[in-house]
């Protein structure tokens, strides 16, 4: 399996753009270790020619664009094959917006999602310029699907949603409540190999049925949001605690470091930075501490075979 990190970053990217933090400031005058990093979302592939996205961020244009395998082949084409949505925040859903020229697009999504990116949203009629410009595959929990490419032929790869503590969409919140379907895991098992890549980019509790999830993949992407749960309210930027806003933190006792650790998976990958935590920096104590606990930290470009 081949995979391709085209974005790392959490919603607002880094820098961002009202941010004046040191990570934000250093990385603009480029004064601290840390390279900038667009709003997550990771290729993968079989073949090396048929892709799948995990999330489609803000970003998606500049990410297509940074990375040849996802340009067309012809007139009007994309490698492209459908999007995956681990929940329906704007950071994992906008860029589908963004999709919009007259192409069909396929989505897999769980119910909740789909239904959150699609009711009484005025401008999701761009995606339905013509019959079936979207095609929504459902994610039902706990269930292993193929991944399918457009005429049903079969891509190599299935997927298998597991549900994740999370919180709905900001957007939606105030409009109902959480639902277990608005927040995913997905499990990515290459047919031919049985290679398995674990993706968990928003995790709002590490649970019983999240680490058998992860249990037994090859590789494991996991929330690195925020090293420490008061990081936002310690640096002046915002009330909110990490768990507030549905994500443990790296560090800490209850933190995943500690939490994963006896987990048996090879490779363990922290996405989703926001662009307050340490981990950016290459050179923080923190980073030392991730590294030397057998994760890497997730940045723009990083591509390898699973
Ligand atoms: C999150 O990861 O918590 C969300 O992307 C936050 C947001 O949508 O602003
Ligand atoms: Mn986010
Ligand atoms: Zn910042």
């Known amino acids: 399996m081949r995979v391709r990190i085209l974005g790392s970053a959490a919603g607002g990217g880094f820098p961002q753009w009202n941010c004046g933090c040191p990570n934000c400031r250093g990385v603009r005058s480029r004064s601290i270790n840390a390279t900038p990093r667009t709003q997550e979302s990771v290729a993968v592939s079989s073949d090396g020619s048929e892709w799948f996205l ?28 459908a999007v995956i949505l681990t929940n329906g925040d704007l950071d994992h859903c906008l860029g589908l917006l963004s999709l919009r020229e007259s192409h069909r697009v396929t989505v897999y999504a769980t119910e909740s999602v789909r239904r959150g990116f699609t009711e009484g949203n005025a401008l999701y009629r761009t995606l339905e310029r013509f019959e079936g410009q979207v095609t929504w595959q459902s994610l039902p929990l706990g269930v292993e699907r193929l991944l399918e490419l457009d005429d049903a032929r079969a891509s190599g790869l299935t997927i298998e949603a597991i549900a994740v503590p999370g ?3 900001v957007h939606l919140e105030r ?16 047919t031919a190999t049985g290679r398995i890549l674990a993706y968990a980019s928003a995790v709002g509790e590490i649970t019983p049925t999240l680490c058998a999830a992860l249990a037994g993949s090859d590789c494991m992407f996991f929330d690195g949001t925020f090293w420490s749960d008061d990081e936002l309210i310690a640096g002046g930027l915002g009330t909110k605690r990490a768990e507030d806003m549905a994500h443990v933190p790296v560090g800490g006792v209850e933190g995943s470091l500690e939490a994963l650790r006896r987990l048996a998976v090879p490779r363990r990958i922290y996405i989703h930075l926001n662009n307050t935590n340490p981990l950016l920096r290459e050179d923080s104590p923190e980073r030392a501490k991730a590294e030397a606990a057998g994760w890497e930290v997730a940045r723009d470009g990083m591509e390898f075979d699973l």
């Open 54 to 81: 995990l999330n489609a961020s803000p970003e998606v244009r500049q990410q297509i664009e940074s990375f040849a395998p996802l340009h067309p082949r012809s007139s009007r084409h994309s490698p492209i094959r």
């Open 167 to 169: 919180k709905a969409p």
């Open 175 to 190: 409009l109902r409540s959480t639902l277990p379907e608005d927040n995913i895991a997905v499990r990515i098992r290459e």
